[in-house]
């Protein structure tokens, strides 16, 4: 028997009994190698010091755990946004939608651009300027360039619709 064979031989003794006659084998080798003596030690040391630490471990109650756990779902979902308690947010929903309706009317009152008096704003409608072009088929297209800003509007349809 060489060192490989003595050595699967060594672990498989570990899981199960070996058949006696490579148990005998085995232990002849075992008597003239050094180094599979020093194998076979070295696992049965090591499975001592891991059953020795397995059996040290506290197992926790499981019944325990889960009632744990289970408080802790509970207290989340009953928390609201931004981590508050859903009790302390309910007299606010009744102010959503109007609060939300004016910081929309806010946003574009005061993020709007171009504030100008109305006779201002429609003499800037009037400087654009409409430009026609062809385009094949029976789709039709209109360019409009605003003379002061540049801009560049395309309103085109064509008169086959698309799946989309």
Do not use: Y
């Not at 699967?8 to 084998?25: G, H, K, M, Q, V």
């Amino acid at each position: 028997m060489n060192c490989t064979r003595a050595q699967t031989s060594i672990c498989a003794a570990r899981d199960a009994a070996l058949p006696p006659a490579e148990a005998a084998e085995l232990s002849a080798h075992l008597n003239g190698c050094a180094e599979c003596r020093a194998f076979k030690t070295t696992l049965e040391n090591g499975l001592a010091r891991w059953r020795a630490e397995t059996a040290a471990v506290a197992v926790p109650d499981a019944e325990l755990e889960w009632r744990a756990v289970r408080r802790r779902i509970q207290a989340e979902s009953q928390r609201g946004a931004f981590g508050l308690p859903e009790a302390w947010l309910r007299p606010l929903r009744w102010a959503a939608l109007p609060l939300g309706a004016a910081a929309a009317a806010a946003v574009v009152f005061f993020a709007s651009p171009d504030r100008k008096p109305a006779a201002e704003r429609s003499a800037d409608v009037a400087s654009a300027q409409p430009v026609t072009v062809e385009v094949p088929g029976d789709a039709s297209a209109m360019v409009m360039v605003d003379d002061r800003s540049g801009w560049v509007f395309v309103v085109a349809s064509d008169p086959r619709p698309r799946d989309l």
